[in-house]
């Protein structure tokens, strides 16, 4: 075996991993830009400005991925080279290969949010249709399950609208989500989410089958431009608003 293949490098001497996140010309663009910034009235657009300093954002963050894939690819070398010359280091191999797993995965989503405005904060909207009380109470389920998987990833949510229901739940509830690619994340949720489940507000206890609608849009100034996607989520629970398990989200 090669020495190449075994320490997980090519013959150019850079991990495969990072040369697949180094974007050709990332330096060069970037000097590009950082000649722009300075360049007199270059804020004479702020939204032009915004939109070129978010890229000088990605392109750093690309810069960066490669930069620590790298790293993290030479302290595998050490790894190998020591457990050849008979070393125990095998837990501090496996745990610097879940880390490196990791964050290519990580890398790999980022890469994948490449629309327009897939790095921008988000504005959800949450409305719950027909179906009244039952309908209401799916759409807050919807709504705290935002909340709760905004707070895992830390991202700091404001609630512009929450319309209490009649009974339970809500009749509109609208939350921006501030974070990195918090729109390109939430994109997926746009759409008709389904609930079919025994109804607790049903004294027969009969199946019910509620469709509230989730739509999603980036915080920026010309939120005109922003894709629209629909899309059909299902899900089968007989959970209260608020409770663990009442959604998958």
């Not at 804020?43 to 690309?62: E, F, I, N, T, Y």
């Not at 746009?190 to 980036?218: E, K, M």
Request: hydrophobic letters at 35%; proline letters at 4%; charged letters at 30%.
């Amino acid at each position: 075996m090669n020495n190449s293949s075994a320490t997980g490098t090519s013959r150019s001497g850079r991990s495969p991993c990072a040369a697949a996140f180094d974007t050709p010309g990332t330096d060069r663009e970037l000097r590009e830009i950082e000649a722009r910034a300075a360049a007199a009235g270059f804020w004479s657009d702020p939204d032009g400005a915004q939109d070129v300093l978010r890229r000088r954002r990605r392109l750093q963050d690309d810069r960066d991925l490669a930069e620590s894939l790298r790293r993290k690819a030479e302290d595998l070398n050490v790894l190998v080279e020591w457990i050849r010359q008979g070393e125990p280091v095998q837990d501090d191999l496996a745990a610097a290969l879940d880390a490196l797993e990791a964050e290519v995965e990580a890398g790999e989503v980022k890469k994948t949010l490449g629309g327009e405005h897939d790095d921008r904060n988000a504005i959800v909207t949450i409305h719950p249709g027909t179906g009244g009380t039952e309908a209401q109470d799916w759409a807050e389920m919807l709504a705290r399950a935002y909340l709760r998987w905004a707070g895992r990833r830390d991202f700091k949510v404001d609630v512009i609208e929450w319309q209490p229901g009649d009974e339970a739940g809500i009749k509109a509830g609208t939350l921006t989500i501030a974070g990195d690619y918090a729109y390109g994340l939430m994109l997926a949720e746009a759409g008709v989410h389904r609930l079919v489940r025994v109804s607790p507000f049903d004294r027969r206890r009969a199946g019910t089958r509620r469709s509230p609608r989730c739509s999603c849009g980036p915080n920026c100034p010309e939120t005109s431009r922003s894709r629209s996607t629909t899309g059909t989520y299902a899900s089968t629970g007989t959970g209260r608003a608020g409770r663990a398990g009442s959604t998958s989200t």
